[in-house]
């Protein structure tokens, strides 16, 4: 049974699923998935996926077919990060009440524009 399963989910050339399909024990060591290239500081960059792993899920009920695109490790691009500064400008931005000009401890409601204690004095 085991490997009708495998043949069924072997497709290299894409011919039967559109785009290269393989069991999920035999994906070529070049192609990771998301998890996988995010665990090793990369991300997939201008690529799209390049393969498909198959297997059948064990959940009961009926039959399920499982999938993960795959992605080529050679044309990963590494991970971008925020700069710091960017980020710390705009968690200040947004915390401070322009109102009153103190740094409330959490982001203002944008709807708003204040912070609440403000918006309260106002509603008052």
Known sequence: ????????FWDPSGARYGIPTYPRHLVPAHLLTLHQLAARGLRPGPQGAQAQALWRGRRPGPPRVRAVSLYDVRFALPKRTPSPRRRTDIFKISRTCPECLIDVGYVLPRHLGVCLDCTEEVAA
Request: proline share 0%; no cysteine; aromatic share 0%.
């Open 1 to 8: 049974m085991a490997s009708r399963i495998l043949t069924r």
